[in-house]
């Protein structure tokens, strides 16, 4: 098992660059999602605008990942390969982008609600929007990071939403996924010991129905297995010598 990679302050200064980036990249990715864009458009953009910041995809070529962008649409959890299939009113359309430079990676994920949503599907948003927020709260130095995994389980639950357990976060640096892993369910008070210099990807996957997963025969799209609508939000966060700081702010 691989150590936790903590940074110097040197490298977090590094990261924050590669993550601003990613954040600018959504943020204008979630500007593009209307009724009509197909998906495979938002990839393309995404490409092109990551190309023109000096910087590459973190996620094509990944395990073979074959794009940019992850776009995942109501009941897709994660990890929808961009396509030809249309946005439609009343969707929700998960994107989730990471970006590499100069050495590091910066990752992050939202939900967009396009048009007039189902009020359960707005509430599932929302769940998972403040999950991530009180997540990132409960993110101390001197902590423990099941405090994190806590956190996103007791929110989901206290709205009757339930949270996906193949799925996790991730400590996040020179490589995409590092050590820690960061599930989003467990008792609090377990696991590593929350240190100055950590860089951590915090991202629910929160579902409206059951917790249950599949993965369909493309190899990569996670959709819940009773069809119910799934919603992502995903922050890069470093842990400083006395708070926590959000990479992933455009
Ligand atoms: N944010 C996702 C993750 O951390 C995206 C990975 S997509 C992949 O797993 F293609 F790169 F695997
Ligand atoms: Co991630």
Not at 47 to 72: D, E, H, R, T
Not at 158 to 175: D, E, L, N
């Amino acid at each position: 098992m691989s150590r936790i990679v903590l940074k110097s302050a040197a490298e977090l200064e590094t990261m924050r660059d590669s993550c601003r980036m990613s954040a600018e990249v959504l943020q204008a990715m979630t500007a593009e999602v209307k009724p009509g864009v197909t998906t495979g458009e938002l990839d393309e953009k995404a490409q092109v605008m990551i190309k023109k910041m000096g910087a590459k995809p973190s996620f094509l070529g990944y395990s073979g990942y074959p794009a940019a962008l992850c776009v995942s649409i109501n009941e897709e959890v994660i990890h929808g390969i961009p396509g030809r299939r249309e946005i439609l009113p009343g969707d929700l359309v998960s994107l989730d982008v990471g970006v590499y430079y100069n050495g590091f990676h910066g990752d992050n994920a939202t939900t967009v609600m396009v048009g007039a949503v189902d009020p359960e599907a707005i509430r599932l948003v929302e769940t998972t929007r403040r999950a991530l927020q009180l997540a990132i709260a409960a993110t101390k130095p001197g902590g423990r990071l099941s405090d994190i995994s806590h956190t996103i389980e007791c929110v989901a639950k206290a709205s009757g939403c339930s949270v996906v357990r193949q799925f996790v976060g991730h400590g996040v640096g020179h490589h995409l996924h590092e050590e820690p892993q960061i599930p989003n369910y467990g008792a609090p008070g377990r696991g590593p010991v929350l240190k100055p210099g950590m860089t951590l990807a915090i991202e629910p996957m929160v579902n409206l129905g059951r917790a249950e997963v599949v993965v369909l025969d493309d190899d990569w799209t996670v959709v819940t297995r009773d069809g119910q609508p799934s919603a992502h939000f995903e922050h890069t966060v470093a842990v400083l010598e006395e708070s926590v700081e959000i990479l992933t702010l455009a």
